[in-house]
């Protein structure tokens, strides 16, 4: 038996937004330039007939979601390809319900035969396109449906995650581990959720591994457009505390001069922490282990910096079901890649990951049913960037601000692409600038995720596609 305040949806809108970075980002073995943010609005209407639209936005990212040996140009027109089919499917979802049902029931039920049916016709046994390119192509649709219910009910998105708006408590989405002392029966989301939102969240600086540290490393190419290029500039600026440092995770060496150069730098600074992300192209624990200890034996001070290392070992948990207890050991070690869904979640913690990193990327149902999952088996939590300008990063940060990280959020489309969010930063300009290393997120106010779209002065290309039911 549903609820009087179920929606289904009716239409939606597929924008692309290209967008130039200001200088390069390096992902593992690719360097990203520019990327196409992909922005939905989806219109919803409940029993009695009342509408509302909502919003969505992900960059899609290529070369974070799908490392492969084709071309940045085929990988990008697949997933733009599979986005556009994904439109016509989200404009029509007929069985009503509360956003986080019809999100995992997309999910579970309709996305995976989508996939396979777009990689048999489309891809002809080419590199099929990955379930994480699935999920990213997924989340505008499935974040806009969230802001739609809220703004129908005159409600912020996360004051809906209550058993007076959801249909299904937990245990009808989440398993607990084999014996762990959990249920999920009579749980709701709003129970793993804080009970007052963060105002204000410490910002994480993405130290990328083609970054100038200092004026030493500057070739004189640098972008001359008033913002900073170095580091130490940065830090200066924003008044940084936290620093994720990019590694290769295939020179040991390098990343470890890389690690205590930045480490230098930040405590010259004043720079209170420091994370390392080995960009997923590490095999063994041993890589890890090694550049940890050397740490901790020749810069104890350093070491003691580092809160938590993120994701060193390749994507597919299943295909690469490492025992990672040892790095676990030295440091808190969190899923990022891997963590496409709650039960990847679990497999992690089986293999001895002790942390998620949660980004809205994968849809906005899958980050909320996954922060349930870890929080009630004590992992603790972190919300990752996708360099989300724009509307992208207002459900980012809100995630942060009620899932309770271990310290911030990571944000940095300031970094490299800050001219593209200028008219949603002249609404919110606490989200898209960082001042003493913070991000602040008052202005979010109103019904679904706080948008204020009627104040942004946007101007949209003309829609990729539209499609009703």
């Given at each position: 038996?549903?609820?009087?305040?179920?929606?289904?949806?009716?239409?939606?809108?597929?924008?692309?937004?290209?967008?130039?970075?200001?200088?390069?980002?390096?992902?593992?073995?690719?360097?990203?330039?520019?990327?196409?943010?992909?922005?939905?609005?989806?219109?919803?209407?409940?029993?009695?007939?009342?509408?509302?639209?909502?919003?969505?936005?992900?960059?899609?990212?290529?070369?974070?979601?799908?490392?492969?040996?084709?071309?940045?140009?085929?990988?990008?027109?697949?997933?733009?390809?599979?986005?556009?089919?994904?439109?016509?499917?989200?404009?029509?979802?007929?069985?009503?319900?509360?956003?986080?049902?019809?999100?995992?029931?997309?999910?579970?039920?309709?996305?995976?035969?989508?996939?396979?049916?777009?990689?048999?016709?489309?891809?002809?046994?080419?590199?099929?396109?990955?379930?994480?390119?699935?999920?990213?192509?997924?989340?505008?649709?499935?974040?806009?449906?969230?802001?739609?219910?809220?703004?129908?009910?005159?409600?912020?998105?996360?004051?809906?995650y209550g058993p007076e708006f959801v249909n299904r408590d937990l245990a009808g989405f989440l398993q607990p581990a084999t014996g762990a002392r959990?249920?999920?029966?009579?749980?709701?989301?709003?129970?793993?959720?804080?009970?007052?939102?963060?105002?204000?969240?410490?910002?994480?600086?993405?130290?990328?591994?083609?970054?100038?540290?200092?004026?030493?490393?500057?070739?004189?190419?640098?972008?001359?457009?008033?913002?900073?290029?170095?580091?130490?500039?940065?830090?200066?600026?924003?008044?940084?505390?936290?620093?994720?440092?990019?590694?290769?995770?295939?020179?040991?060496?390098?990343?470890?001069?890389?690690?205590?150069?930045?480490?230098?730098?930040?405590?010259?600074?004043?720079?209170?922490?420091?994370?390392?992300?080995?960009?997923?192209?590490?095999?063994?624990?041993?890589?890890?282990?090694?550049?940890?200890?050397?740490?901790?034996?020749?810069?104890?001070?350093?070491?003691?910096?580092?809160?938590?290392?993120?994701?060193?070992?390749?994507?597919?948990?299943?295909?690469?079901p490492i025992d990672v207890r040892s790095v676990a050991a030295r440091k808190p070690l969190f899923l990022d890649e891997s963590a496409h869904d709650w039960t990847q979640v679990r497999l992690g913690r089986?293999?001895?990951?002790?942390?998620?990193?949660?980004?809205?990327?994968?849809?906005?149902?899958?980050?909320?049913?996954?922060?349930?999952?870890?929080?009630?088996?004590?992992?603790?939590?972190?919300?990752?960037?996708?360099?989300?300008?724009?509307?992208?990063?207002?459900?980012?940060?809100?995630?942060?601000?009620?899932?309770?990280?271990?310290?911030?959020?990571?944000?940095?489309?300031?970094?490299?692409?800050?001219?593209?969010?200028?008219?949603?930063?002249?609404?919110?300009?606490?989200?898209?600038?960082?001042?003493?290393?913070?991000?602040?997120?008052?202005?979010?106010?109103?019904?679904?995720?706080?948008?204020?779209?009627?104040?942004?002065?946007?101007?949209?290309?003309?829609?990729?596609?539209?499609?009703?039911?």
């Amino acid at each position: 038996m549903g609820k009087a305040t179920d929606i289904r949806t009716v239409s939606t809108t597929l924008y692309f937004l290209p967008v130039q970075t200001r200088v390069p980002l390096k992902f593992g073995a690719e360097t990203l330039t520019s990327v196409t943010c992909a922005r939905a609005r989806v219109t919803v209407a409940d029993s009695a007939g009342r509408t509302a639209e909502g919003w969505g936005e992900t960059p899609l990212s290529v070369q974070w979601v799908w490392p492969g040996a084709l071309s940045f140009a085929e990988r990008h027109a697949a997933l733009r390809n599979f986005s556009l089919q994904l439109a016509e499917l989200w404009s029509s979802i007929r069985l009503p319900g509360h956003p986080l049902e019809i999100g995992y029931d997309f999910q579970q039920t309709v996305l995976p035969g989508i996939l396979a049916g777009y990689n048999r016709r489309q891809r002809g046994g080419r590199e099929p396109v990955p379930w994480l390119a699935a999920l990213l192509c997924c989340a505008p649709f499935d974040l806009a449906v969230h802001d739609a219910y809220g703004r129908l009910h005159g409600r912020p998105v996360y004051e809906t995650y209550g058993p007076e708006f959801v249909n299904r408590d937990l245990a009808g989405f989440l398993q607990p581990a084999t014996g762990a002392r959990v249920s999920f029966k009579g749980k709701f989301p709003k129970d793993f959720l804080l009970c007052k939102p963060l105002a204000h969240l410490r910002a994480w600086h993405l130290v990328g591994g083609l970054d100038p540290l200092d004026a030493s490393e500057l070739n004189g190419g640098e972008p001359r457009d008033g913002y900073p290029v170095t580091l130490e500039e940065w830090i200066e600026r924003d008044g940084l505390k936290c620093l994720k440092v990019k590694l290769r995770g295939n020179d040991a060496d390098w990343d470890y001069r890389r690690l205590v150069k930045v480490g230098h730098i930040a405590m010259k600074r004043e720079v209170d922490w420091l994370s390392a992300d080995f960009n997923c192209t590490v095999q063994a624990p041993e890589y890890v282990n090694v550049i940890l200890d050397r740490l901790r034996d020749e810069h104890p001070r350093l070491y003691g910096m580092i809160l938590y290392v993120e994701q060193p070992f390749p994507y597919e948990l299943e295909q690469h079901p490492i025992d990672v207890r040892s790095v676990a050991a030295r440091k808190p070690l969190f899923l990022d890649e891997s963590a496409h869904d709650w039960t990847q979640v679990r497999l992690g913690r089986e293999l001895g990951w002790t942390g998620v990193a949660l980004k809205t990327c994968k849809t906005q149902t899958g980050a909320v049913l996954s922060a349930c999952w870890a929080r009630a088996h004590g992992m603790t939590l972190m919300v990752q960037d996708l360099t989300n300008p724009m509307l992208a990063q207002i459900p980012h940060v809100l995630l942060a601000a009620h899932t309770g990280t271990i310290m911030g959020v990571e944000t940095n489309a300031m970094q490299f692409y800050p001219a593209a969010s200028q008219p949603e930063a002249a609404v919110h300009p606490g989200l898209y600038q960082r001042r003493n290393g913070q991000v602040e997120l008052a202005s979010l106010r109103g019904a679904g995720f706080g948008y204020r779209v009627e104040e942004i002065q946007r101007v949209l290309p003309e829609p990729a596609v539209t499609c009703e039911a």
